[in-house]
């Protein structure tokens, strides 16, 4: 008999903790996957271990965030308060009563971090803070501004969206989560969408992941499920027509687009250059954007994940 690694420990420490075993819908699960909160919605128990190392690590932040909170700062923050609203319980992360301040804390890659610069946060993140922050509105306290903290976990980069002061606290993601809400709930459980790839990180660590993804064999791509679903390969065939008629396009757009910008290439070759609200880096290798987090973004209530 050998001893169990530290990750095989650390997996079964989480998925005993409690909100591994989770049963209800809770303010995590929103915006995420339409079919995975379906299930939630219903009550189904899950059937796979939800734990993943990413979410241990995760865990293990936001753990050190806690502690970190009750040595230098305690009795400025609430943390880790558990609110309910619209029906769905939470838990949130901090929140500084006296600059009514509301944080919530996301663990990443870096390389998810590059995206989060670029394109700003997963409306499911900005859904859950939405949430956390009506909570604790309909409850009597003061929440003025939001801001997500996003940590990546090889780095320990951290980039505060969509910055440091934060975002005015607004409605509108509110609304954006309840309507999400209302149109899983609203919708027949069969025809609810699956919103992620069975090769993706979520499915792979997704309690709900054998009955959704049931009915594919050992010897086909799992997504063939997807055909014992809708058995109308006419119907398919033109989903893959169409698809590769549009990346065709997209290809041949690219290549307009990137030839013409070659016209403003620095002298030298190399070096960044401003292009509307844009910045391109050119490459000896290629064109790339550049993440600029000095322009202005937009209060919650502006417009992906991999991140716990
Ligand atoms: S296995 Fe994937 S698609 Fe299915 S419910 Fe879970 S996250 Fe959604």
């Not at 303010?27 to 190392?53: L, Q």
């Not at 965030?65 to 943390?79: F, L, M, P, Q, R």
């Not at 996003?150 to 989560?177: H, K, L, M």
């Not at 070659?262 to 190399?270: D, F, L, Q, S, Y």
Request: hydrophobic fraction near 40%.
């Amino acid at each position: 008999m050998t001893a169990p690694t530290t990750s095989e420990l650390l997996l079964l420490w989480d998925q005993q903790r409690p909100r591994s075993r989770q049963r209800t819908l809770g303010w995590s699960d929103v915006g995420v996957c339409r079919r995975r909160a379906g299930y939630r919605m219903r009550g189904i128990e899950p059937t796979n271990p939800s734990a993943s190392m990413q979410a241990v690590l995760g865990t293990a932040i936001h753990d050190a965030v806690a502690g970190a909170i009750e040595v230098v700062a305690n009795g400025s923050y609430d943390t880790e308060l558990e609110v309910t609203f619209a029906g769905v319980v939470g838990h949130l992360d901090r929140f500084h009563e006296p600059s009514g301040m509301l944080i919530d804390v996301k663990s990443t890659s870096s390389r998810w971090l590059e995206h989060v610069k670029m394109h700003g946060p997963d409306d499911a993140h900005k859904m859950q803070i939405a949430g956390y922050g009506a909570a604790l509105v309909k409850a009597g306290r003061d929440v003025k501004r939001v801001r997500i903290d996003y940590i990546a976990r090889d780095t320990g980069e951290e980039y505060n969206w969509p910055t440091v002061e934060g975002a005015p606290f607004s409605s509108v993601w509110v609304r954006e989560a309840l309507a999400w809400i209302a149109q899983v709930r609203d919708t027949d459980f069969d025809m609810l969408p699956r919103d992620f790839m069975p090769d993706s990180a979520f499915c792979r660590s997704c309690p709900f992941r054998d009955p959704c993804w049931d009915g594919y064999s050992e010897d086909r791509e799992t997504f063939a499920v997807l055909f014992t679903e809708n058995p109308d390969a006419g119907a398919w065939a033109d989903e893959l027509w169409q698809a590769r008629e549009a990346k065709k396009q997209a290809a041949a757009a690219e290549k307009r687009a990137a030839g013409a910008l070659e016209a403003i290439r620095p002298i030298g070759g190399t070096g960044r250059i401003v292009a509307g609200e844009r910045t391109l880096d050119f490459r000896a290798n290629g064109l790339y954007f550049v993440s600029n987090t000095t322009q202005p973004q937009p209060a919650v209530g502006y417009d992906e994940t991999e991140s716990t």
